[in-house]
């Protein structure tokens, strides 16, 4: 497993970095960062860092003190709750609609989650230093950072509300349709052992479920991906939970951890 942030085994590590002080003029598709003012994008602009890590690198881990603050362009990110014995839920996801470390605004903030990169593709990073200090010249980004508790606590809500009262097939749908907003639309990159510990059922029980998705004409499956293929008919299945935070885009108020 590879770490972008701090690695308890073995520090931090890097990978396809590319430093912005040093680049061409750069697209940014992050809503939040693109939808700041231009003067607020100016001053952060320097400080950003772009790079591309693999499926499965770990971005933060919870517990551990937040060093960097990462915006998800056209990467997909999961953040899981790590239990007392190991094991771990799914908590949320996060793509170009907001970004992952935002309470690095203490310096003692720790990260309440894990983030894990589950779909590859291009990221932003800025050092939490920089981050503070750039606070106090943004009122755009201190806004943002002042609802992260309100609209996580919300989407925490609607978690155990879903999970209560939703069935596998529309929770499966749901979090299809959450990947599939947040990212270009293409092949999700989801095995099935991973959409099983998302949903906290067994991995026969998701095979079942994903097939009469497919036998239905919704998405189409191959050995570790899935493609929505039928937009309106998965929405028509899935609860109603996967329009209740919007994915895209969501204007200075991002869902962020």
């Known amino acids: 497993m590879q770490y972008i942030g701090t690695d ?24 939040l960062l693109k939808d700041l003012p231009a003067l607020e994008l100016a001053a952060i602009k320097p400080h950003l860092k772009e790079f591309s890590p693999r499926p499965g690198t770990v971005l933060q881990e919870a517990g551990r003190g937040i060093e960097t603050v990462f915006f998800p362009d056209t990467a997909l990110v ?30 003692d903030a720790t990260a309440l989650t894990r983030a894990v990169v589950q779909c590859p593709g291009k990221l932003f990073s800025l050092d939490a230093v920089s981050y503070r200090r750039l606070l ?80 239905a004409g919704l998405i189409r499956q191959s050995r570790g991906r899935i493609e929505v293929i039928d937009l309106d008919g998965m929405q028509r299945v899935s609860c109603a939970c996967s329009g209740v935070m919007p994915a895209a885009p969501l204007r200075h108020d991002a869902l962020i951890a």
């Open 8 to 31: 308890p085994r073995a520090g931090v590590r890097k990978a396809g970095v590319m430093d912005f002080r040093a680049a061409t003029p750069v697209v940014i598709g992050n809503h």
């Open 78 to 107: 999961l953040l899981w709750v790590v239990l007392g014995n190991g094991n771990t839920v799914a908590a949320a996801m996060v793509g170009r609609d907001g970004a992952i470390g935002m309470r690095a605004d203490k310096t």
């Open 136 to 215: 106090s010249d943004c009122p755009t980004l201190r806004t943002v950072v002042a609802r992260q508790a309100d609209r996580m606590l919300a989407a925490a809500h609607q978690t155990v509300v879903c999970n209560a009262v939703h069935d596998v097939r529309q929770r499966l749908c749901r979090w299809l349709l959450d990947a599939h907003y947040r990212t270009d639309g293409g092949a999700l990159l989801f095995t099935q052992e991973t959409l099983a510990r998302m949903l906290g059922v067994r991995r026969t029980t998701v095979t079942m479920v994903a097939g009469g998705l497919e036998q």
